[in-house]
Nanobody, 129 residues
Framework: VQLQASGGGLVQTGDSLRLSCAAS????????MGWFRQAPGKEREFVAS????????YYADSVKGRFTISRDNAENTVYLQMNSLKPEDTAVYYC???????????????????????WGQGTLVTVSS
């Protein structure tokens, strides 16, 4: 299994970026997908998730209204559109795949890094002030 994240870079406050994560070696449509981020000296934190079935989404409060997660099951790819970027968004961004048995398990596990099955290598986003 491989998750290949891309699209990071150096931008200014207020700019936009679109991250992509291409998956291979797994039945992509059977997994929920998530984006996490980790800033220097901080723990990895949840950013957004998208369910495998109906594509419903969930966001951390810190990015709600600015970031949009989406997926293309035909292309085995998940995206994170990031608008109105702030310096506090600076971090390495990781995509991850989550298998789950039922809706209850998804709602319980979607924000927990330890519950995800597979991880990408990360892509660095730096937002200058």
């Amino acid at each position: 299994v491989q998750l290949q994240a891309s699209g990071g870079g150096l931008v200014q406050t207020g700019d936009s970026l679109r991250l992509s994560c291409a998956a291979s070696g797994l039945a992509f449509s059977n997994y929920a997908m998530g984006w996490f981020r980790q800033a220097p000296g901080k723990e990895r934190e949840f950013v957004a998730s998208i369910r495998r079935t109906d594509g419903s989404t969930y966001y951390a409060d810190s990015v709600k209204g600015r970031f949009t997660i989406s997926r293309d099951n035909a292309e085995n790819t998940v995206y994170l559109q990031m608008n109105s970027l702030k310096p506090e968004d600076t971090a390495v961004y990781y995509c991850a795949a989550l298998s789950y048995r039922d809706s209850g398990a998804y709602y319980r596990d979607r924000t927990q890094p330890s519950k995800y099955d597979y991880w990408g290598q990360g892509t660095l986003v730096t937002v200058s002030s």
